[in-house]
């Protein structure tokens, strides 16, 4: 059986929205923290996205398989299966996508009992918030920047509390700390 693992960039604060890389935005970009992330999509069986993630991430890396730095990334992500949930998206979806027809939550079980591998959830929205409150999510793992940033939504914004265990915490030279966290149930 597969894990549901939800996996976000974040900052100090726990802002997630619109990460642009530094200097002008507040995600960093560090050559060893992008390792562990590329070795962490390697792994993983496939990827999970809402549909403002998707439409955001499809729109972004077929255009970074050309730009010297990210083809091996680029390659990874636009290869790798992914499900989208969507109430508004119908299919065929692009970027070797799935549309997740009907129940998301129930579905996304169903996938976690058909794969071996970890089911990626890419990003912090309410698809995300969906998936904990429903207590199918295993693990959290969040690269904290060391950024704040006023304004914007914050992980997690609404819901019920969710108690978690640490499994492990990676700092980076560029002071991006990843946190590991195994969901309580």
């Not at 976690?112 to 309410?126: P, Q």
């Amino acid at each position: 059986m597969g894990r549901l693992v939800l996996v976000a960039a974040i900052t100090a604060n726990g802002a997630f929205e619109a990460p642009a890389p530094a200097p002008d935005g507040w995600l960093v970009l560090d050559d060893e923290s992008q390792r562990a992330s590329l070795e962490m999509w390697r792994s993983a069986a496939a990827m999970v996205l809402g549909r403002p993630t998707y439409e955001g991430l499809a729109a972004v890396w077929p255009q970074l398989a050309s730009v010297p730095g990210f083809e091996e990334y680029a390659h990874q992500m636009n290869s790798m299966p992914k499900y989208v949930a969507s109430r508004t998206l119908s299919a065929p979806l692009d970027w070797n996508a799935t549309l997740l027809t009907g129940d998301a939550v129930a579905r996304l079980a169903e996938l976690k009992a058909e794969h071996s591998g970890d089911l990626i959830v890419s990003g912090m929205g309410s698809l995300a918030r969906d998936l904990l409150t429903a207590g199918v999510v295993d693990q959290v793992w969040m690269n904290v920047n060391p950024s704040l940033i006023g304004g914007g939504p914050q992980v997690f914004g609404t819901g019920p509390d969710i108690r978690m265990t640490l499994l492990s915490a990676t700092t980076y030279g560029s002071g991006v700390v990843q946190l590991r966290y195994l969901v309580a149930h």
